[in-house]
């Protein structure tokens, strides 16, 4: 029986964790195209003149994509 008890101790913050997690979901938001966007953003840093200002371009695309992945993640 102590043994028992320890090991529903152990497990105890996991659930409690698990609950909280699930309980306060949200539902996703569909409105979110972050992967298409950055898709996009790419080919045209792709079309880019030189291999200088393709690069700039494509580190653009990236923090766009970390700012609309944030958003999509975090809210708005």
């Known amino acids: 029986m102590r043994t028992r008890m320890r090991h529903v101790l152990r497990l105890a913050p996991v659930a409690l964790a698990a609950v909280f997690v ?7 938001r569909a409105g979110f195209t972050c992967a298409e966007d950055l898709r996009g953003c790419y080919f045209r840093a792709a079309l880019a003149d030189t291999w200088s200002s393709m690069w700039a371009m494509g580190i653009d695309c990236e923090l766009d994509f970390t ?7 975090l809210g708005q």
């Open 67 to 73: 700012d609309c992945a944030r958003r999509a993640i």
């Open 22 to 28: 699930l309980g306060h979901s949200a539902p996703v």
